[in-house]
């Protein structure tokens, strides 16, 4: 059974930092896109960020292109979605999900994705 477990959301101001992680277990995940989404109270999820497991390509949405980072540690299992310039608009659940593709290619939609966290929230105070 995977596990994926976000942590290091929080409160921060306008202009603050955040570094989300998701711990994943339950099998190995070479041959998974990795990805994160976010929720807003009253919003659909929307993909935020993706990353390949092999290789580490990464695609993000135009909206935090240029401020957030994914990246991997294949030797924890581990992704990161560093946060920076955060904006009131940032304020989300976020969600790191798995989506098995042997092709290893990043995923910006929400229904390939199998395997998903529980969430963590952040908020940016203005």
């Known amino acids: 059974q995977v596990h994926l477990v976000e942590s290091g959301g929080g409160l921060v101001q306008t202009g603050g930092s955040l570094r989300l992680s998701c711990a994943a277990s339950?099998?190995?995940?070479?041959?998974?896109?990795m990805g994160w989404f976010r929720q807003a109270p009253g919003k659909e999820r929307e993909f935020v960020a993706s990353i390949t497991w092999i290789g580490g390509t990464t695609d993000y949405s135009d909206s935090v292109k240029g401020r957030f980072t994914v990246s991997r540690d294949n030797a924890k299992n581990t992704v990161t979605l560093q946060m920076t310039s955060l904006e009131p608009e940032d304020t989300a659940d976020y969600y790191c999900?798995?989506?098995?593709?042997?092709?290893?290619?990043?995923?910006?939609?929400?229904?390939?994705?199998?395997?998903w966290g529980q969430g963590t929230p952040v908020t940016v105070s203005s």
């Open positions: 999900a798995a989506n098995w593709d042997p092709a290893q290619r990043t995923c910006s939609m929400i229904h390939p994705y199998y395997y």
């Open positions: 339950g099998r190995t995940f070479t041959g998974y896109a």
